[in-house]
């Protein structure tokens, strides 16, 4: 496995790339600083006059949670958002017309010890496949804020394509996509079903620290965990998805060696060029019916696999 930086690929070469367990760090997209001085100036709106990395010492747990239960769902809909992350995409070289994206999830790792459940859940060994993640997802990941060892996330890569025990057979996509608009009111007490290793202790653990104003790429069946954050600082970053629609038709993409979950999350993408989902009866044939009754009315603020 190799970390590639600024790998100068095709964009076909470049999500084999991934689908093989290479990681990858874009770090000369324009798009991306823009999108961080976006969102810094909100979290600076939100916490004034607060710094936003130190605005845990400033707000309790519940205060906090209610701030961020209202911002969050307000940038990821944000139009302002989506076309940011559009050139992301378009910028890094995928092509509009057969990529497909997911909103932009903004993520918040507060020191251990503040608020870290519901809306700041920090995640545990996991690999988004097992929260029915397609083969084909890419993972982009940037941070708002310098990241550190201490706050960020950590890769275990000679797991990738190799079965480790997890608990993913507890998820199913449709029963949590019922669930979500709870996640905000959970304060101290984690309820939801989060697919997670089971006794993991990886033999090596990799963290890539990005540069704000840079963006790392990787498969959506790559091992990572959110890092404890015993930085002091508030950590916050921003991920969101692709999937390339030909790679899905054609079913290429990652290995998928020990995902259990049932159910699929391909319903909360669109595609870049004009919108669209993809069409239910390629969803049905690829994944299956959903069950009766199932609610298929995607918002798209899913609560998956933070990182
Ligand atoms: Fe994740």
Not at 129 to 155: C, E, G, H, K, T
Not at 267 to 291: H, M, W
Request: proline fraction near 8%; include cysteine.
């Amino acid at each position: 496995m190799t970390v590639f930086v600024d790998p100068g690929l095709p964009a076909d070469a470049m999500r084999q790339s991934l689908y093989d367990g290479n990681l990858i760090v874009l770090t000369r997209l324009r798009s991306v600083s823009d999108f961080v001085d976006y969102t810094k100036e909100q979290l600076a709106d939100l916490f004034k006059p607060h710094d936003p990395e130190h605005a845990h010492e400033h707000f309790e747990p519940p205060q906090m949670a209610e701030m961020l239960g209202a911002w969050k769902p307000a940038f990821i809909h944000a139009e302002a958002s989506r076309k940011h992350i559009c050139s992301i995409i378009t910028e890094a070289g995928l092509p509009a017309e057969h990529t497909h994206y997911d909103v932009p999830k903004p993520r918040t790792a507060f020191p251990v010890g503040h608020l870290t459940t519901g809306i700041a859940f920090a995640f545990p060994w996991h690999r988004d496949v097992w929260y029915s993640a397609p083969a084909q997802q890419i993972n982009w990941w940037l941070p708002i804020f310098a990241a550190r060892p201490d706050n960020s996330m950590s890769f275990d890569l000679p797991s990738f394509g190799k079965a480790v025990p997890n608990s993913s057979d507890a998820f199913d996509y449709y029963r949590i996509n019922a669930s979500r608009l709870s996640t905000a009111t959970q304060v101290t007490k984690e309820v939801q079903a989060r697919p997670a290793a089971i006794d993991h202790t990886p033999a090596h653990d990799l963290v890539v620290l990005p540069s704000p104003g840079s963006v790392l790429l990787f498969s959506g069946a790559q091992l990572h965990r959110s890092i404890p954050n015993t930085s002091g600082r508030a950590r916050y970053s921003v991920d969101f998805r692709t999937v390339d629609a030909r790679d899905l038709l054609a079913g290429k993409g990652a290995p998928l060696a020990d995902v259990h979950c049932t159910g699929t999350a391909i319903r909360d993408f669109r595609n870049i060029a004009d919108g669209s989902a993809f069409a239910e009866e390629t969803v049905v044939s690829l994944f299956g019916a959903p069950p009766e009754g199932a609610m298929l009315v995607f918002s798209g603020a899913n609560t998956a696999t933070d990182d």
